[in-house]
Nanobody
Framework: QVQLVESGGGLVQAGGSLTLSCLDSGTTFAFKTVTWYRQAPGNQRELVARITPTFRRNYADSVKGRFNISRDNPKNTVYLQMDSLKSEDTGVYFC?????????WGQGTQVTVSS
């Protein structure tokens, strides 16, 4: 059973930075599309950033220019570098992987941005 483990969340002041990590225990990581989602209390889960096996990147408009998604295939890890954080970035951040219709979710990591 493939497991995804997110880490790096925490409490940070507005304007600060955090880097989230998503570690995949599987053996086919390089072929997976990896997406970070977030969910704030009372809100639906929303896409934050995505990176494909060919390193194509997509971002939500709300994070463009502030967040950067990257992947290190030998380490089976995707990173989400978050800069210039705002209070509206607060939420639980989830890692999601997709390969040939098979998907997996991580357990989530809490990010809290204080204003």
């Amino acid at each position: 059973q493939v497991q995804l483990v997110e880490s790096g969340g925490g409490l940070v002041q507005a304007g600060g930075s955090l880097t989230l990590s998503c570690l995949d225990s599987g053996t086919t990581f390089a072929f997976k599309t990896v997406t970070w989602y977030r969910q704030a209390p009372g809100n639906q889960r929303e896409l934050v950033a995505r990176i494909t096996p060919t390193f194509r990147r997509n971002y939500a408009d709300s994070v463009k220019g502030r967040f950067n998604i990257s992947r290190d295939n030998p380490k089976n890890t995707v990173y989400l570098q978050m800069d210039s954080l705002k209070s509206e970035d607060t939420g639980v951040y989830f890692c999601h992987v997709l390969l040939y219709g098979n998907e997996q979710w991580g357990q989530g990591t809490q990010v809290t941005v204080s204003s």
